[in-house]
């Protein structure tokens, strides 16, 4: 089994759990709220805006033996950059405050789920963004174009208006998937594996939890309407 399958045989369970969130399947059966999907947004700004960051940090954690692993960093950081502000442009094409966004800071489990990905890369491996990776691009590929079709159906949205990161995530993701799968693939050392393991399992929770507290702040907001 190669390296790519045993990661994705050993996630399934947290996978499976990311998937079956209640606002996940909802968002994928019927659309939510223009508030919740900009609500998305924001929670997606505040942990896009890290990613160059983070692989510039493992860039930095690196030995010269990771030269393959640094050259796909440093190109996915090119791939990566900027993609803060499309979020952002989204925002405001549908009317939300993006500047307040940006001002801001995300819910806990978004923080928490930065945070994390920081310590494992400076205190576990330099291998532990892809696990991050794996789950983010994974899930944009697999999910992304599906949402945002039933997204802009449910808002009464004809056009890409507001839905560039997610429409461009659900394309360019399928190419992403597959560089990922040749890397990962080409990864042999144990701890560096079991890293990437690891870190998918917590990104997956922590994502997850990402949507639902999404879900119970609308909640909480249209109760007390």
Known sequence: MQFFERLFAETRTERDAFIATPVIQRALRQ????????????????????????????????????QRYINALLEYIEEERGHEEWILDDIRALGGDAEAVRAGQGDLPCRLMVAYVYYAIEHVSPYAMLGMVHVLEGMSAALATAAAGTLKTALGIQDGRGFSYLGSHGSLDQEHVAFFR???????????????IETARVVYKLYADMFSTIEARHAAVSHAA
């Open 31 to 66: 659309g939510v709220p223009a508030g919740m999907y900009i609500a998305f947004l924001g929670q997606a700004y505040h942990h896009v805006r890290h990613t160059c960051r983070l692989l510039g940090t493992a860039v930095a954690r690196c030995t010269d033996r990771d």
């Open 182 to 196: 040749d890397l990962v693939n080409g990864i042999d050392d144990s701890i560096a594996q079991e890293a990437i």
